[in-house]
């Protein structure tokens, strides 16, 4: 199945029939061929069901393949909704710049200027946290503190309060590590400074104005509309429906829980492709704000795990071989999305599926679309060299930890090294201890295998670094993990 809308020039999504018209600068987009693509690609990766979405100079081509339950058999349709994970996170960051627009916020604002019952375990640490660090990862914040506040209006309030005593990652300015936590609290600044609960001010304030129909946060909501279950199993194999479609609680909306279409998801990105404009020409954000979001804030150490060569405030950006873009990746309980968006081409791809090897057809279908429609070489594929060079292991060996996980590097009787992730205090019942064996990809990167399909299903990149305090870390997953031992 697939549609296509544009703008028209009332500012409303209207649907076109010419699937294979072309766009102002040439590019054809062939709706077929792609559906076509699409239809191999999920098979051949064992996903259930995806939705793609194209944004190319305006128009939305959307394309549905698969299914959404195997259980059930219910056909993903392109109106069907799916669990975006982290990619919620710039959601609030959008909220976040408008709330900056109005001169209600300041990027430099302290978080305890607005919120006072804000805290960390050291007092000194906690004064340096601001909107603009916690936007950008740098706020030191952890992204593994999973609490269960309840359903209530006031989860975050209450999420907020019992976040007091996480330690954080490292010291806030010290270094980038991605920060969960630090978009609920964002969530909950936006609560106090409009008076409405993050899920209302983000139907006001973006739902509403941009049209988003098929946009929502809550489960209870996504029940009007066809919803993807979550599936879980082993590569290269078929998953099965998980026991549970959804394990977050309210209260990690903010940070993971927007339910949204692949159509949705892509003129969402219309808004910052279109300088802060919604189809009826209302100012949704300002075009400063649009850029601010795009500036480079920080650089990353792990340009592998989420293809991120650098943070802006909210969005992840990539440089591909000058070519700069941004978008975001996100993960809930086996389904995962993925949101590219090139401004020169004026293009947003907005990938959405429901399990098997996700991370597989968007590496495929993306590395494809971004070669025809905007000219963009996406990387290779992280893995070891054939020939991995020698490394010399004394100054990596140790204990590494952050909050709920202990990283141990050991060096193995034949001179490799070897990696132990535990979880343990308010994390230990997540896994198991994964054990890997590291291949060196340049003296500070390595390759593991043996991660399993949670983390990655080929190499995951596992990045020695030292934060601007001098403090040597490791990072996994885009978490730094400061030395201790």
Same mark, same amino acid.
Request: proline share 7%; net charge negative.
């Given at each position: ?14 649907? !076109?029939? $010419? ?10 987009? $062939?709706?077929?061929?792609? !559906? ?26 959307? &394309? ?16 069907? +909704? ?21 001169? #209600?916020?300041? &990027? ?21 946290? *601001? ?62 400074? @409009? ?21 929502? @946060? ?38 993971? #829980? ?35 979001? !795009?500036?480079?804030? @920080? ?33 809930? +309980? ?29 590496? $495929? ?33 140790? *204990? ?8 141990? +590097? ?14 343990? $205090? ?47 870390? +490791? ?11």
């Amino acid at each position: 199945m697939n549609t296509e809308t544009t703008w028209n020039a009332g500012g409303e999504w209207t649907a !076109q029939g $010419d699937w294979g018209m072309h766009d102002s600068s040439g590019r054809r987009f $062939d709706q077929n061929r792609w !559906q076509a693509r699409l239809d191999e690609l999920r098979a051949k990766h064992h996903i259930p069901g995806a939705a793609l979405a194209v944004l190319v100079n305006g128009r939305v081509h959307e &394309l549905a393949s698969g299914v959404l339950h195997r259980g059930t058999g219910v056909k993903v349709t392109t109106d069907s +909704v799916f669990l975006s994970g982290s990619i919620a996170k710039t959601y609030t960051a959008t909220l976040v710049m408008r709330l900056v627009d109005e001169g #209600r916020l300041s &990027l430099e604002t302290r978080v305890i200027d607005v919120l006072p019952e804000f805290a960390t375990p050291n007092p000194e640490d906690t004064v340096k946290i *601001t909107v603009r660090r916690l936007l950008s990862h740098t706020g030191g914040v952890t992204t593994d503190f999973n609490y269960d506040s309840g359903r209530g209006d006031d989860c975050l309030a209450k999420y907020v309060e019992a976040a007091r005593d996480v330690p954080l990652d490292c010291p806030p300015g010290a270094g980038v590590s991605y920060g969960g936590l630090g978009f609920v609290v964002l969530g909950r600044l936006i609560e106090v400074i @409009t008076g409405k609960t993050w899920d209302q001010a983000l139907k006001d304030l973006l739902f509403t104005p941009l049209g988003l129909e098929r946009s929502m @946060t809550l489960p209870e909501e996504a029940l009007r509309f066809r919803t993807a279950m979550s599936h879980l199993g082993e590569p290269g194999a078929e998953p099965d429906p998980a026991p549970a479609w959804d394990l977050m609680p309210r209260s990690a909306g903010p940070a993971g #829980r927007v339910i949204v279409s692949a159509g949705d998801l892509a003129r969402f990105a219309g808004l910052h492709l279109n300088g802060g404009l919604a189809p009826d020409g209302t100012r949704v954000l300002s075009a400063e704000a649009v850029a601010a979001m !795009q500036r480079r804030e @920080t650089d990353v150490p792990d340009k592998w795990t989420v293809s991120a060569d650098g943070w802006g405030l909210g969005w992840t950006l990539y440089d591909w071989n000058g070519i700069p873009g941004y978008g975001h990746d996100g993960a809930a +309980v086996g389904q995962y999305a993925y949101l590219r968006v090139v401004p020169h081409a004026g293009l947003a791809l907005a990938l959405m599926t429901n399990g098997g090897s996700a991370r597989l057809l968007y590496a $495929d279908l993306f590395r494809e679309l971004l070669a025809e429609l905007a000219g963009v070489t996406m990387p290779a594929p992280f893995a070891p060299p054939a020939q991995p060079p020698a490394v010399d292991l004394a100054p990596l060996l140790g *204990t590494y930890r952050r909050e709920g996980v202990v990283i141990t +590097v050991t060096e193995k009787p034949d001179g490799g090294a070897h990696l132990r992730y535990e979880f343990v $205090d308010g994390m230990k019942d997540m896994s198991p201890p994964l054990d890997m064996e590291l291949t060196p990809v340049t003296s500070a990167v390595f390759a593991a295998s043996g991660a399993g399909p949670s983390f990655s299903e080929d190499y995951m990149p596992v990045v020695f670094s030292t934060l601007s305090n001098g403090v040597a870390c +490791v990072y996994i997953g885009m978490r730094a993990a400061p030395k201790v031992a």
